[in-house]
């Protein structure tokens, strides 16, 4: 992405999305510049054009990792339910994508009270790519693995320098307050994503109604046992 600026298309293309991928590992200080004023310039084409598709191939990922190849934590290995496991996995992209739209708003009503501004395109697009190192990450359940799962878990704290490096590009700030609305703005939006995710919680079913959701649809769609973890 060095020298050139890539603009997405209204289409998936997996060859791009790879790249920006690489891009946001690789190139973090000079990734900003250039995908600051870059196509798409509003919070929607951003959320269906930059993380809609990783957010949801990291779910598809993280549903067959769980649901049919396994989960290993400390030697225990573990399979989830298939159909519980794709109503949290829908959700999740929701709550991901609502995360984006209204955390940008946050980020504008934030920025004044620390002398900055910025406008909700580039907020959106900031918050998209800190995501990517975590989205990125659920591709990592494919391999049931211990170990794997905590380089997945540091490759997901990745994004935390992502969003500090980003927030020199994306908000215009001064220097002396940088740090504080670093620190301020990444407390709220974790606050906001835990009350999302509370509100969530008190909406799905409990997890330990997970085998009988799993057995009634089965048995109402006649679904073969291998859906079974």
């Known amino acids: 992405m060095t020298g050139q600026t890539t603009h997405p298309s209204t289409g998936f293309d997996f060859s791009q999305l790879m790249n920006r991928i690489k891009s946001v590992f690789f190139e973090t200080g000079t990734f900003w510049s250039e995908v600051k004023d870059d196509e798409p310039t509003n919070v929607q084409g951003i959320i269906t054009t930059l993380l809609l598709p990783l957010a949801t191939l990291s779910a598809i990922c993280v549903l067959i990792g769980s649901a049919f190849v ?18 949290e996995q829908i959700v999740r992209v929701a709550i991901t994508c609502l995360w984006v739209f209204a955390g940008a708003k946050l980020l504008c009503f934030l920025a004044p009270k620390f002398e900055g501004q910025t406008t909700e395109h580039h907020a959106a697009k ?60 990444i407390a709220c939006l974790i606050l906001f994503f835990f009350a999302l995710g509370l509100i969530t919680s008190l909406v799905l079913p409990a997890t330990t109604d997970a085998s009988q959701i799993q057995q009634q649809i089965m048995e109402n769609f006649n679904l073969p046992a291998m859906m079974q973890p």
Do not use: N
Not at 128 to 151: Q, W
Not at 167 to 178: E, G, Y
């Open 70 to 87: 396994g989960i290993s934590i400390m030697g225990i290995h573990t399979k989830t339910f298939f159909f519980p496991t794709l109503l």
């Open 126 to 185: 900031l918050l998209t790519f800190t995501l990517y190192p975590s989205l990125f990450a659920g591709i990592f359940t494919l391999v049931p693995m211990g170990l794997i799962t905590f380089v997945a878990m540091l490759i997901s704290l990745y994004g935390f320098y992502v969003y500090f490096k980003g927030c020199d590009k994306m908000v215009t700030l001064p220097a002396s307050r940088k740090t504080g609305f670093f620190f301020a703005s």
